[in-house]
């Protein structure tokens, strides 16, 4: 009996302790209003930010993962980024999730990867999240440091139309997040549109200078 006692606190702890690690402002998850992001091997869209043309292609999946070939990857200050990074749909809730990211170039050396909530499909405009989470940066030549960051997602809109190199999309979600890291006192925006049956159609940030820098659909085939 007093080891069935001490499992039952020992789990109600674990349980208190993941609880806040995430936070949502709906108390009860309702159902998937929809598929937001078609998850399937060969799915591919291919996106242009006007200069540059970028796809992303399912090419795995384990263990609810789907895994891309090519989702991160740009250029900054002559250090290049990339990261295998891979999307999970769980009952309305979209996770991405970095694995470690290499950089090479000016800066060569690793972060640590992390997962975050990108999209709940669930919630009405207004609705919000919150993801904390931890890297360690080891650059050559540069003691590591880390940084906690909490990113907080927002809908600004629901069932929209967006237009895209003439093509239109429908029931159409934008979401936007803020991220707030510990020793800086910038707070990077990224806005997200994603389209029902379609997946993630347009995407802007103004982490750069102040600039939104805008990459869009150009086409896609889902299979």
């Known amino acids: 009996m007093k080891k069935l006692k001490l499992f039952s606190v020992l789990f109600l702890l ?34 242009s930010d006007g200069t540059t043309s970028t796809p992303a292609k399912i090419i795995s999946t384990n263990g609810g993962y789907y895994l891309f070939d090519n989702f991160v990857g740009n250029t900054s200050g002559g250090t290049a980024a990339n990261s295998p990074t891979s999307i999970k749909k769980d009952n309305g809730d979209y996770y991405v999730k970095y ?12 972060m640590s990867g992390f997962e975050m909530i990108i999209l709940k499909d669930y919630l009405a405009v207004g609705g919000t999240w919150s993801t904390t989470y931890s890297q360690t940066l080891n ?33 159409v979600i934008h979401v936007k997040h803020n ?7 910038s707070v990077p925006e990224f806005h997200y549109w994603f389209s029902k049956n379609v997946g993630l159609i347009r995407y802007n940030d103004n982490n750069t200078s102040s600039q939104i820098h805008t990459t869009s659909l ?3 085939t889902l299979y």
């Open 14 to 47: 674990f349980v208190i302790i993941t609880s806040c690690s995430k936070s949502d402002t709906a108390a009860t998850p309702s159902l998937s209003t929809g598929d937001y992001w078609p998850t399937a091997v060969n799915n591919i869209w291919n996106y």
């Open 99 to 110: 694995g470690t990211i290499q950089f090479s170039g000016t800066f060569a050396g690793t």
């Open 139 to 171: 650059l050559n030549g540069i003691p590591p440091t880390t940084t906690t960051t909490t990113d907080t997602g927002t809908i600004m809109e629901t069932g929209i139309s967006l237009t895209i190199g003439g093509v239109t999309y429908t029931n």
């Open 179 to 185: 991220l707030v890291s510990s020793g800086s006192q």
């Open 218 to 220: 150009i086409n896609y």
